[in-house]
């Protein structure tokens, strides 16, 4: 191989090799999309018990409320929870102490149906889905402390987001 092309063949390799670098180099600087954030409250539901996060986004689900609850995925076609998707928070003793969280992302679109264990139990619906109902055994409200992320890329979907599930504390609520 003559002089020249040997040179032409190195300038072209690393022309491509700087810029794979330079679209590389782009991709890992692109910022991560922000947190999406589920607020638990004092009447033991999720918030924002439906939003929408890009794969890979995180879900913080941050507990303003006295009392502990639990993050319990759950698959409505057969009952199974999910080993992965399972966290538990303490809760806020009052304004001023420490808010807990409990932080989850997910790599693939779907649906992510979930529960709080402590405040609601699957039941075996008519036509064989599991949803979660209400335990008998606690106190004061009446719906099953339940809710659903969809993973998607669809635009329209994550910017249907709740506005308070932009804000990791919400003022002037309970906890913040």
Excluded at 20 to 42: D, E, I, Q, R, T
Aim: aromatic residues 8%; glycine residues 10%.
């Amino acid at each position: 191989m003559s002089d020249s092309r040997s040179r032409r063949i190195a300038a072209i390799g690393t022309s491509v090799a700087v810029a794979w670098l330079a679209l590389a180099g782009a991709a890992w600087s692109k910022p991560a999309p922000p947190p999406v954030y589920v607020h638990m409250n004092g009447a033991n539901e999720f918030l924002e018990n439906v939003v929408a996060v890009r794969p890979g986004q995180p879900v913080v689900f941050v507990d303003q409320d006295t009392g502990p609850h639990t993050i319990v995925g759950y698959d409505p076609a057969t009952g199974a929870t999910s080993k992965r998707f399972d966290g538990a928070v303490e809760g806020t003793p009052g304004p001023g102490h420490a808010v807990h969280t409990y932080t989850i992302r997910f790599r693939h679109a779907g649906l992510k149906f979930y529960f709080c264990s402590i405040h609601a139990e699957l039941a075996h619906e008519p036509g064989g889905v599991t949803a979660p109902k209400k335990r008998p055994t606690v106190h004061g409200f009446g719906d099953p402390m339940d809710g659903l992320i969809i993973v998607t890329t669809d635009r329209h979907l994550l910017a249907a987001n709740p506005a308070t599930s932009r804000q990791r504390i919400l003022p002037h609520y309970f906890g913040g």
